[in-house]
């Protein structure tokens, strides 16, 4: 990373985006930091609407580059820093199953996780992307039982966003509870990076509460 092109993460505290700053700690990349207080609204103000006109985050600028979308901004970050190891390079054999599970992540597991979570029946199954919701966590569970990690004994971008995706569906009870789904999000979660962030996100989460006290 040059000083002529830095990085600007943007970020909420406590939100989806807490995992996108456990990936960088993990790649020990430098970058700026936005932070968003979407409790003041500031996600749908258009200085950041014009960034993510959806209003969510995470969101990266790097150089010329605006990149929105968590599966997305974990592929450009892991990409761009070959150094950190955590993407399989084109021409890896592991390169195939790692983009197959960063992409199911945000096709499969997410929608599947919200309409469990808004007790909506997924679709019929010629028009579901998911199949249905056992189906969908059943393939994830027999592919980290292979373990320690996602791609085997490889850790890569791939378990930050699986692990702490998985952490928060367990913790809302989305999940149903399976020893092989907690031992991998413990495992995961218990990296330095995890602890760290969760600690940052305490702070931010608690000046962006303080900001919205009456004077």
Partial sequence: MTAKNPLHVFHAPQSRSSSTIVLLNEIGAPFDLHLINMKAGEQRQPGYLAVNPL?????????????????????????LFPEAGLAPAIGDPLRGPY????????????????????????GAPA????GDFDMMLNAVINQIAKG????????????VLWGAGLSWGTMFGIVPENPTVAAY???IT????????????????AEHEAALEPA
């Fill in 55 to 79: 209003g969510k985050v995470p969101a990266i600028r790097h150089g010329g580059a605006l990149v929105t979308e968590q599966v997305a901004v974990f592929l450009y970050l892991a990409d």
């Fill in 99 to 122: 983009l197959r599970w960063m992409a199911f992540y945000g096709s499969s597991y997410e929608p599947a996780l919200i309409d469990k979570a808004m007790k909506r029946e997924p």
């Fill in 127 to 130: 028009m579901s992307v998911y």
């Fill in 148 to 159: 320690p990690y996602l791609l085997g004994d490889r850790f890569t971008a791939a378990d």
């Fill in 185 to 187: 999000v413990a495992r």
């Fill in 190 to 205: 218990g990296r330095p990076a995890f602890s760290k962030v969760q600690a940052l996100d305490a702070e931010w989460a």
